[in-house]
C-alpha cells in the first residue's frame, strides 16, 4: 500500500506535513482529529515523492501486524515539548 500524506498542528511551529506509513494500521477517518505524539524538529525529507516534515511515533510488532500510534495519556496542549 502506498504512503499517505496528512497534516499535524505543532503549537506555535505551524502546520507540519506526514508521510506515514501507517496506511495498513489506520484509515484517513481514524486518524482526523486525533492527538498523537511526533517529532517535528526534523529537516523535511521527500518521501515517495512527497514532503514530509515530521514523524509519527508508534510502537510496532516485529512483523509489522499491528501498529499503535503513541499518544499523551491525559489532555495536554498541542505542541508540548516531549522529554
Same mark, same amino acid.
Given at each position: 500500500? #502506498? #504512503? !499517505?500524506?496528512?497534516?499535524? +498542528?505543532? /503549537? /506555535?511551529?505551524?502546520? *507540519?506535513?506526514?508521510?506515514? %506509513?501507517? $496506511?495498513?494500521?489506520?484509515?484517513?477517518?481514524?486518524?482526523?482529529? +486525533?492527538?498523537?505524539? /511526533?517529532?517535528?524538529? =526534523? *529537516? #523535511?525529507? !521527500?518521501?515517495?515523492?512527497? +514532503? %514530509?516534515? @515530521? *514523524?509519527? =511515533? @508508534?510502537?510496532?510488532?516485529?512483523?509489522? &501486524?499491528? &501498529?499503535?500510534? =503513541?499518544? #499523551? &495519556?491525559?489532555?495536554?496542549? $498541542? /505542541?508540548? +515539548? $516531549? $522529554?
Amino acid at each position: 500500500m #502506498p #504512503p !499517505r500524506s496528512g497534516t499535524t +498542528r505543532g /503549537g /506555535g511551529l505551524g502546520t *507540519k506535513q506526514t508521510v506515514t %506509513s501507517r $496506511v495498513p494500521h489506520y484509515t484517513e477517518e481514524q486518524l482526523a482529529g +486525533r492527538t498523537v505524539i /511526533g517529532l517535528i524538529s =526534523l *529537516k #523535511p525529507a !521527500r518521501m515517495r515523492g512527497m +514532503r %514530509s516534515e @515530521c *514523524k509519527l =511515533l @508508534c510502537a510496532e510488532t516485529e512483523d509489522e &501486524s499491528a &501498529s499503535i500510534l =503513541l499518544a #499523551p &495519556s491525559a489532555a495536554i496542549a $498541542v /505542541g508540548t +515539548r $516531549v $522529554v
